[in-house]
């Protein structure tokens, strides 16, 4: 935990791409049932994006043998503020190199967490492009919002399981400037068991938390953003309907307030439909909030259904059997 002075390069998330091994059933689940818009294809991947995003996509399918979490990629805040990231990356080891073949960004630069989870960040965007017969007298709002299933917003956070939450968190910390908000602390002060961070007011944009399996670089949760919490009945309702596996919810977390639903998309990578913001960060020289295994009973559940065991060791790419 670093008490410099602030870095404000890293803006949003802005996007994350997954993995199906069922690509028919995943693009419905996220049409028809989310509503996320098509704005375009590219061989075995599938770009999409919610209703009130003006960017080209923020969630990229791709079909391969097992779900999981291909990479993610986040906007900074200026040219400048990407440069000064990818030197700060390359310094402490973590770079890949340059990708300049994807659609919807300009030029990112690729690296990796100590996990091994893919990110990427750039600066240039590709706005999506609108037709006339989606358009909205509410001009703020991209286009309308579509009428089908019940429909997200936006993409919110990732959570990532990995094998050591310290490195983890440290990383990103001193990689990207990302500002530690709530953590999970066990083992009477020793073990940091999970980790709410963010780049921006939104008490996190990432987490991440300990995967008992001991495999590296898994995904534990995609959340998409709702801000209203009613939506999550609605889409609990349609769920059921449809035979989507609902997984815990609609509920209220303790830690970061979060109205949450979990469910898995047809491709087996879990979803959480997230109900508000939780509560949002003002203060520059915000303290940490340490959860201790004492507090975890409000912590993990404030009121709803509890998580079942396999929240916290269910991820993707699954554990191969041998493990
Ligand atoms: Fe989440």
Sequence with gaps: MTDNEPIFDVAQLSHVELFTPKMDESLWFF????????????????????????????LKLTERDQPGMAQMGWRASSKLALDRRVSQIEKLGAGI????????????????TPDGHIQRIFWEVERATIPD????????????RPLSGVPVRRL??????CSDVGPMRRFYQEAMGTRLRETIIAGGGEVEVAAWMSHNNLVHDVAMMRDESGVKGRLHHVAF???????????????????????????????????????????GNRVELFGDAGYLI???????????????????????SQLPQEFFMVGTPPVPANE
């Design 97 to 112: 190199g340059w990708v300049d073949t994807e659609a919807g960004y300009g030029p990112a630069y690729e690296y990796r």
């Design 156 to 161: 919110d956070h990732v959570n990532l399981m």
């Design 133 to 144: 017969s989606l358009k909205t007298p509410l001009i703020n709002r991209p286009q309308k």
């Design 282 to 304: 003002f203060e520059p020289d915000w303290k940490p909030v340490v959860w201790e295994e004492k507090d975890l009973e409000a912590g993990i559940i404030w009121h709803g």
């Design 225 to 267: 953003w709702y801000g209203y919490p009613q939506h999550l009945s609605d889409a609990a309702d349609v769920f059921r309907e449809h035979n989507i596996q609902i997984e815990a919810g609609p509920g209220k977390h303790g830690i970061t307030q979060a109205a949450f639903l979990y469910c898995f998309e047809p491709g």
């Design 31 to 58: 049409k028809e049932l989310l509503g996320l818009q098509e704005s375009s294809r590219d061989g075995k991947s599938v770009y999409l994006r919610g209703y009130e995003e003006s960017y080209h996509h923020s």
